[in-house]
Nanobody, 124 residues
Framework: QVQLVESGGGLVQTGGSLRLSCTASERTERVYAVAWFRQAPGKDRESVARISRSGGSTYYADSVKGRFTVSRDNAKNTVYLQMNSLKPEDTAVYYC?????????????????WGQGTQVTVSS
């Protein structure tokens, strides 16, 4: 059972930056793809960024492309989400998830392990 712990959320002004971390309780390199999802109040949870098992491929939702960067530090069993040029519409609870998907997937059902979520609030 992989445990995922997110950190790094908080309150930031429009245009600011945050870096979220997702640390796993065991090795994820070449075993698990990792995705970042977010859920804003009253909205469905959506995939915003994904990184493949090897770290060689990354994927982004159109709404965050060019502003968010996902990366992994395999020595620390940690995946990061660097968020720049934040907008009020980025306000949400952000979750990381890990799954043995080939490549990666935008679908929640493909991820077996989830973190508890971290709140990101962007003020206008």
């Amino acid at each position: 059972q992989v445990q995922l712990v997110e950190s790094g959320g908080g309150l930031v002004q429009t245009g600011g930056s945050l870096r979220l971390s997702c640390t796993a309780s065991e090795r994820t390199e070449r075993v698990y793809a990792v995705a970042w999802f977010r859920q804003a109040p009253g909205k469905d949870r959506e995939s915003v960024a994904r990184i493949s098992r090897s770290g060689g491929s990354t994927y982004y939702a159109d709404s965050v492309k060019g502003r968010f960067t996902v990366s992994r530090d395999n020595a620390k069993n940690t995946v990061y989400l660097q968020m720049n040029s934040l907008k009020p519409e980025d306000t949400a609870v952000y979750y990381c998830a890990a799954g043995r998907v080939l490549g990666s997937s935008p679908f929640e059902k493909d991820y077996d392990y989830w973190g508890q979520g971290t709140q990101v609030t962007v003020s206008s």
